[in-house]
Nanobody, 126 residues
């Protein structure tokens, strides 16, 4: 059984930075693409960034390009999200997710991901 556990959330001022980490256990982490999503109450889960199984390819939502960086360490079974120049509207619960396909394409739809962490709260104050 795959388990994903996020950490690193917290309260930060606008313009500040946070680094989220997701630790995976169970399953075969290194052959699956991974992603970060975020969600606020009353809204659908929103794609933030994804990374290929090898780490060679990344994909970002337009709103975070140039500010967020996704990375992974297959030896440690972790995937991180470095977030810089954070904005108040990016306050949300951030989730780590595992793509259901083996070495598939970098998708952005939540239904393409079969395992999710419990989420970590990121609050950006103005």
């Amino acid at each position: 059984q795959v388990q994903l556990v996020e950490s690193g959330g917290g309260l930060v001022q606008a313009g500040g930075s946070l680094r989220l980490s997701c630790a995976a256990s169970g399953g075969t982490f290194s052959v699956h693409n991974m992603a970060w999503f975020r969600q606020t109450p009353g809204k659908e889960r929103e794609f933030v960034a994804s990374i290929s199984w090898s780490g060679a390819i990344t994909r970002y939502a337009d709103s975070v390009k140039g500010r967020f960086t996704i990375s992974r360490d297959n030896a440690k079974n972790t995937v991180d999200l470095q977030m810089n120049n954070l904005k108040p509207e990016e306050t949300a619960v951030y989730y780590c997710a595992k793509n259901r396909a083996l070495r598939g394409s970098l998708t952005i739809m939540p239904h393409d991901y079969d395992y999710w962490g419990q989420g970590t709260q990121v609050t950006v104050s103005s």
